[in-house]
């Protein structure tokens, strides 16, 4: 069953980043594929900026 668009990755970060703030947390990262095109709309939507990349995967980070 496909779950997109229901909300729960809108939900999950702001939970992650929740705790994150609560506990001192300076940045997020995360990777993802290139070809993810969904999760990298939603993590530019929540201003993760890439860092760098190769060929399939960008790492992404988020200042708090």
């Known amino acids: 069953k496909d779950f997109r668009g229901q909300g729960h ?4 970060l702001n939970y992650v980043e929740d ?3 609560e506990n001192n ?3 997020i990262c995360l990777i ?3 070809d ?3 999760a990298l709309g939603l ?10 990349q190769n060929d399939k995967k960008v790492f992404l ?4």
């Open 43 to 52: 993590y530019t939507k929540f201003n993760y900026r890439p860092q760098f």
């Open 61 to 64: 980070v988020k200042k708090l």
């Open 19 to 21: 705790i994150a703030r």
């Open 32 to 34: 993802t594929n290139l």
């Open 36 to 38: 993810n095109h969904k």
């Open 9 to 12: 990755g809108t939900n999950f």
């Open 25 to 27: 947390f300076s940045q």
